[in-house]
Each structure stands twice: as structure tokens, then as C-alpha cells.
């Protein structure tokens, strides 16, 4: 029997039989057919990176921000191009969130998702080796009272057991509809709670490199933990209703949802980039008669841009970046600013989009 201060070392493997019900399976569909518009969107776009470099940035933002480790949108995209000062903890945090999404996707790309790949994300995250926990104490609640709300499995012979079971519904293959698949997946991974550190980030990141490795995703575009940090407290709870009361149903709902809403609004974030891109196109051929496609990605990668990221990106030499870079300050797409010893431009249309991802979703 479940008891909030005991570890739940009884954690079941999930009643695989019993999840799919019509109403499940009816969400489930109209999730994957948003995901698969999604998809083929940026399938369409000739350099994803465009995409991949800020979504990628919004979402380990996101994830933090589930956790308390909190940044403004201006203070990641502009710390993560600086070089005359350190960044602030919660940012680097936040782009170590990032590079450990990008380690996981070069890994599974190559090898099916296990809990070594997840050691890996997990490592990244925290900037040191992780391994799975050894020691008892840990509990999910108030950390001034003590006061329990979950304890996870203890024992590292008993967690290898659950991060077993875990891997099982990863590759459960046509068992399960795969997003149902992965939001049980998610759920048995926060419920066995593996690591001293970064069990969430580690768990969502998880979900992003189910659904590339079921194909249902080629690039990690999905901002999933948007709708997360809007909805954190029913996040928690529902993820605790299904240990205490097996409520699964609410707990599918709840991620189904998730994964249908957040596909819209990155959907319609693409769109609104798609088409700043076509306004600063045309504004660089007003201005010279043609446009550089390499400049144009750059400034769409980079919303926070250095002189040196144009002389490598466009293989120009640093007065002609310079030039470059002038015009387009001066033809107001730009913003020219300086940080420290840093000059900066700002693609400041851009940095609206990003501060407001999906906002053209919740119009319609």
C-alpha cells in the first residue's frame, strides 16, 4: 500500500491492457495528426536550424522554469552569445538543459533510447556524473517541514529493476499508441525518480527523444513544457493522482492535451518566424539588391548576434560583417547594442515572436 512518507518500492509496471480507452484513443489521434502537421512544417523548411537553435532554447527554458530555475527570454538568448562575461547560474542551468537535449538526440539517432542515454541527459543537466541513486532520504515535498508528498523506490538494485521496466513501455511498440506510450513512460520515470538531481528535466527531455525515436518528430521543435509551466500544479497532481488513486485516464488526458496544444502553438510560432523571414529578406534586397541566405538564417539562429558569428556564418571579412550588420540597424531591423566589452545586434521582431511563442495559435 502507497504511503507518501514510505518508498514506494511496490511501484507496479502500468496496466497496459486498461489505458486505452475510446476516449483516450480519440485524443491520442487528434494529437499525433497536430504533432504530424508540426512535423511537416519544418520538413518543408530548407535549414530546420532556424528552428531547432531558439525552440530548443524556449523549451529548456520552460523545463527550468518547472524546476524554479528562472530566466527572462532577453537574459538566455543574450547570455548565450556572450564572451566578456560569465552568465548568470539560472542561464547557464538553462543551456546546459539544451546541450543535454542535443547529446540525448545525437544518441538516439544512433542507439534505441535506455537508461545510459538518460544517464548522459542526466549528466549534462547537472555538469557532473550522474548515477542512479544509492542512497535512501530523498522525498518529493516541502523541504523546510519535511513533509513528504511522494518517496520514490529506494536501493540501487531495486531502481535498476524500475528503470527496467521503464525501457519496456519506451519499446512497447504497438501495445500502446505511442503518445500514450510515452505518457506512461513519463510518468513511470518521475514515479521511480532515478537520480540525486534533475529527475524532471531529465524525464521531459525523455519525451522529446520518444517521439523522434517513434518518428513522430525529426527535429526537437516541440515546446511540451510551455503547456507544462502553464498547468504546474495539475501536472503534479495528476502525476501524483495516478500513484494514489490510479487515475490514468486524467493523467493521459492531461499530457494528450499537452502535446496537442503545444503542436498548434509551435506550429503558429514557425509560421510568424517564416515570416519575419520573408520581411527581412526583402529588406535586405531594398537595401542591396539581393539578400544572403547565410546572414538570413544566422540572424533567425542568433536573435542576439556578434560581428564574428557573420565573418564565420557568411566566410566575410570583419569590416564587410561589420557593413552588413550596420545596414540592417539602420534599416530598423536591427538593434545595435552593447554588453560589456560585447556589441550586440538584436533582432528585436524576432525577440517579440520568442517572447511570446504561439500567441498567433490562441488567436485563432
Not at 524554479?68 to 564572451?83: G, H, K, M, S, Y
Not at 520518444?210 to 498547468?231: D, K
Not at 550596420?326 to 530598423?332: F, M, P, R, T, Y
Request: aromatic share 6%; charged share 25%.
Amino acid at each position: 500500500m502507497w504511503k507518501p512518507d514510505l518508498p514506494y518500492n511496490e511501484l507496479p509496471f502500468p496496466p497496459v491492457d486498461e489505458l486505452e480507452t475510446r476516449s483516450i484513443l480519440r485524443a491520442a489521434a487528434n494529437a499525433r495528426a497536430a504533432l504530424a502537421g508540426l512535423d511537416q512544417a519544418v520538413k518543408q523548411i530548407p535549414n530546420p536550424e532556424i528552428l531547432i537553435s531558439p525552440l530548443s532554447l524556449l523549451e529548456a527554458q520552460a523545463s527550468s522554469e518547472i524546476e524554479n530555475i528562472v530566466t527572462t527570454t532577453d537574459d538566455l538568448f543574450r547570455d548565450e552569445n556572450l564572451r566578456s562575461a560569465a552568465p548568470d547560474p539560472a542561464v547557464k542551468e538553462t543551456l546546459r538543459y539544451r546541450e543535454a537535449l542535443f547529446a540525448g538526440l545525437k544518441e538516439v539517432r544512433r542507439r534505441p533510447l535506455n537508461t545510459n542515454i538518460a544517464l548522459e541527459v542526466s549528466s549534462h543537466i547537472s555538469g557532473y556524473n550522474m548515477e542512479p541513486r544509492s542512497l535512501p532520504g530523498t522525498f518529493i515535498g516541502n523541504p523546510t517541514t519535511l513533509e513528504a508528498r511522494y518517496t520514490p523506490p529506494e536501493g540501487k538494485e531495486l531502481i535498476a529493476r524500475k528503470l527496467g521496466d521503464w525501457e519496456k513501455i519506451v519499446h512497447i511498440g504497438d501495445k500502446l499508441d505511442p503518445l500514450v506510450a510515452m505518457a506512461v513512460a513519463h510518468y513511470q520515470f518521475e514515479a521511480i525518480h532515478p537520480f540525486t538531481d534533475s529527475n524532471g528535466r531529465t524525464g521531459r527531455i525523455l519525451n522529446i527523444l520518444m517521439l523522434i525515436e517513434r518518428r513522430l518528430l525529426s527535429e526537437p521543435v516541440l515546446y511540451l513544457s510551455r503547456y507544462i509551466i502553464e498547468n504546474k500544479n495539475e501536472y503534479y497532481d495528476r502525476l501524483l493522482a495516478v500513484t494514489r488513486d490510479g487515475a490514468w485516464h486524467e493523467w493521459l488526458s492531461f499530457m494528450l492535451s499537452a502535446v496537442h496544444s503545444t503542436s498548434e502553438e509551435t506550429l503558429a510560432t514557425i509560421d510568424r518566424i517564416q515570416g519575419l523571414r520573408r520581411t527581412i529578406r526583402e529588406q535586405m534586397r531594398s537595401n542591396r539588391g539581393s539578400s544572403n541566405a547565410d546572414l538570413l538564417d544566422l540572424l533567425l539562429e542568433r536573435p542576439y548576434c556578434r560581428i564574428a558569428d557573420v565573418e564565420n556564418a557568411c566566410n566575410v571579412t570583419r569590416p564587410t560583417a561589420t557593413k552588413r550588420l550596420e545596414e540592417l540597424v539602420a534599416a530598423g531591423v536591427l538593434d545595435d547594442r552593447r554588453v560589456g566589452r560585447d556589441r550586440l545586434f538584436v533582432n528585436v521582431p524576432l525577440m517579440k515572436i520568442l517572447r511570446s511563442p504561439g500567441s498567433a495559435a490562441q488567436a485563432r
